[in-house]
């Protein structure tokens, strides 16, 4: 066992090895830190999406019953309503109207939102989402950020969309939506529900879904269960299902991002694998001279683990923290196509990365503890060089 | 008669033992060296006396024979041990003195005293001890590729004796030094000598195998200790 007093000697005097040599240090510092940023910015910008969308879903209906027909969905008629009035637990139905518009002109699909929030139970803490303005009325409209920088120039309060058959509709702009609910409004106007039935010339009596609100949230997927068997031409998604799908797509895409940095992370060790085994004549006579000169096998192997821990801790450190900032500051410029990619407006977000200690000690141990290894286990070979070499 | 610090008996070191390129370095060595003597091994390259200054150096144990350094027996000594008996034993100097380039005049100095877990504040005042005694206090902060060869040599010797080791080895110190130097170091190894320690230095240096404070030559030839 190496006393407290010697370890502080090796560390002291690994720091100045580090020091002597630190065009080379430095060199594997910067590439080693690069990676870590990498690995640490995607975990971060995932963690930072997933948990908006948590967020952000708690806006979303509990249950959700669509129509299908032949696998695919269509307008829902608005009778199924009392089908569903046998049901016990369920405390409102709002019809909604959800489509899309798309914008020659720009070449975006937007998200068109039409309900009567005044009809749903709490309805009017969609308010809450809005930044300025307030929810909308008959033929006003609730824009999201993307949208009202380019439909409504950022300073009309009036401008017009076409229905199917090209007569326009006007709208009077009501509000726009908070930045931090970009990730489901960027690209969103919200409107009345008759409105976005006149918007797409649906019928009085249809909406394409309807939204349903319970008394017991603990009761969702009973509830949800009884009315699939009631409505069997329906499909019927809960909160947590859209939830979880979140989840996996940008698990799946980040994921996919890991694999890739991955490796280019198994480059790199091997890389230090290959520097760390070969040792010029200089390391060797300095090795050969401590042995003689009375250090233990053992020191010159603790030596250049300290040297192994001082250089990938601090490249994590500074990797750590520069993804930190890319995420923070930068939005995850280098990521965003990657990861919220299937959108036309891209959602301008403000992330907010989270440092879970579970998730650092993921990336410190797929980093740090590999080069750690790659560079100690060649240096027993360092550390066995005969003392008598330096007599020769 | 001084009691012996040094004591060979039926000493062999045999490299690559049982394998095609076997080579006998040392065979049969009897050598006794008593406390506070200075000698000279004298031999030609490859005569074996490398091997001896190491086996007397605590580097390695014999194959055979009986060694004991500084009341040490080494036969069987594993790695571990011998290293800290060298640690507190044994001050070596070598013939291109072996520093280490990048560091500093103090920090080679102290280099001994790191495994022993001596803290920075006694390494520096040991280490200036030295330098002062050497005159070389000057040059403490000085990387030692910056200082003369006369300096150079007396970083060397600090270096040996920072552990106040009962035995200094020195492996041709004078081969690489002019005359006034060579001089200069035998004048320190004297004082060393007054100051009880044991030299055994290696040289073909006149200067050396004449110089009156050597008390023994012994010459190495085969692998054998002979008269010369």
Redesign the interface.
Known sequence: MISFARQLNLIDYSLSSLWRRRGKSLGVMVVFAGVIFLLASFQMTTRALTDAAADLLAYAPEITIQKMTAGRQESIPLEYQEKLSSIWGIRAITPRVWGYYFNEISGANYTILGLDPHSMPLGDQLGQAIDTGALPEAHEVVLGQGVNAEVAGGDKSIFSLFRPDLSLKAFALAGTFKAETNLLTYDTLFMNLDDARDLFAMAEDMATDLCVTVANPSEVSTIAKKIAALLPDTRVVTRQQVQKTYQAVFGWRSGFASICLLTALASFIIFAWDKASGLTPEERKEISVLKIIGWQTSDVLVLRFWEGVIVSLVSFVVGYTLAYIHVSFFEASLFRPILLGWSVLHPALRLRPSVELGETLLILCLTVVPYLAATVIPAWRAAIIPADSALN | MAASLIELEKVCKTYNQDRPNQVRALVDIDLSIAANAMVCLQGASGSGK?TL??VI?C??PPTSGRATIAGKALSRMP??FL??H??NTIG?I?QHF?L????TVL?NIT??????????GERRERAGRLMAMLSIGHRANFPVSQISGGELQRVAIA?ALV?DPPIILA?EPTAHLDHALSLAFMEIMVDLQQAGKTIILTSHDQLITRHPAVERIIGIEDGKIHVP
């Open positions: 490398s200054l190491s150096g580097v390695f790695d571990r290293t800290i060298r640690l070596f070598f072996n280490l380039p990048g560091l920090e280099l001994p005293l790191m495994p022993l877990g001596v803290g920075p270096r552990n492996d």
